[in-house]
T-cell receptor
Framework: GAVVSQHPSRVICKSGTSVKIECRSL??????MFWYRQFPKQSLMLMAT?????????EQGVEKDKFLINHASLTLSTLTVTSAHPEDSSFYIC???????????FGPGTRLTVT | AQSVTQPDIHITVSEGASLELRCNYS??????LFWYVQSPGQGLQLLLK??????LVQGIKGFEAEFKRSQSSFNLRKPSVHWSDAAEYFC???????????FGSGTRLSIRP
């Protein structure tokens, strides 16, 4: 079946540094990928829609200069949290939409802790 | 704007008992509806989905859900729960064209031995 991977699965960084999270579709092509964040014991909130070869579309209230998204190929999207602060600590989950079938598959998530 | 409401934050049922998790949605047209399950610290697993056709949808792990347009509901059911079903369950609604998925707040399911 279709698999989406995320790397790293866990990351701890110091306040003020930047962190990059990768989302890969392993056995299908994904023109569109989505990035979500999830706070403890809360639901997933859509942050942005990532489109291959074009700019990402951010949801209202999401700072695009803080959460940089790059979708340079049909199998890879990256989310960079710039100048991270403790309040950015969260569980970040990506999903990828199969270009052929339009099915959407979720990655296992990345837990970011900013100290 | 589309939205999803899961009125039950936490439900506890006995192992072997039946289960129903409630979900109500708000959407202008016929929605794409989903149920996902998330174990602690894990990603999401799709249980089932409804796009069109038969309003009673069968999913994995013995789950089913029924789309009721008149009630704007898509409740999840299972006739007999197992201890391994303890997890967080999310109902979600998607747009036909963009496939952007909006999640409900989730229902935490605990199983009583």
């Amino acid at each position: 079946g279709a698999v989406v991977s995320q790397h790293p699965s866990r990351v701890i960084c110091k306040s003020g540094t930047s962190v990059k999270i990768e989302c890969r579709s392993l056995d299908f092509q994904a023109t569109t990928m989505f990035w979500y964040r999830q706070f403890p014991k809360q639901s997933l909130m859509l942050m942005a829609t990532s489109n291959e070869g074009s700019k990402a579309t951010y949801e209202q209230g999401v700072e695009k200069d803080k959460f940089l998204i790059n979708h340079a190929s049909l199998t890879l999207s990256t989310l960079t949290v710039t100048s991270a602060h403790p309040e950015d600590s969260s569980f970040y989950i990506c999903s990828a939409r199969d270009t052929t079938t339009y099915e959407q598959y979720f990655g296992p998530g990345t837990r970011l802790t900013v100290t | 704007a589309q939205s999803v409401t899961q009125p039950d934050i936490h439900i506890t049922v006995s192992e072997g008992a039946s289960l129903e998790l409630r979900c109500n949605y708000s959407y202008g047209a016929t929605p794409y509806l989903f149920w996902y399950v998330q174990s602690p610290g894990q990603g999401l697993q799709l249980l089932l989905k409804y796009f069109s056709g038969d309003t009673l949808v069968q999913g994995i792990k013995g789950f089913e859900a029924e789309f009721k347009r008149s009630q704007s509901s898509f409740n999840l059911r299972k006739p007999s729960v197992h201890w391994s079903d303890a997890a967080e369950y999310f109902c979600a609604v998607g747009e036909r064209s963009a496939s952007k998925i909006i999640f409900g707040s989730g229902t935490r399911l605990s199983i009583r031995p």
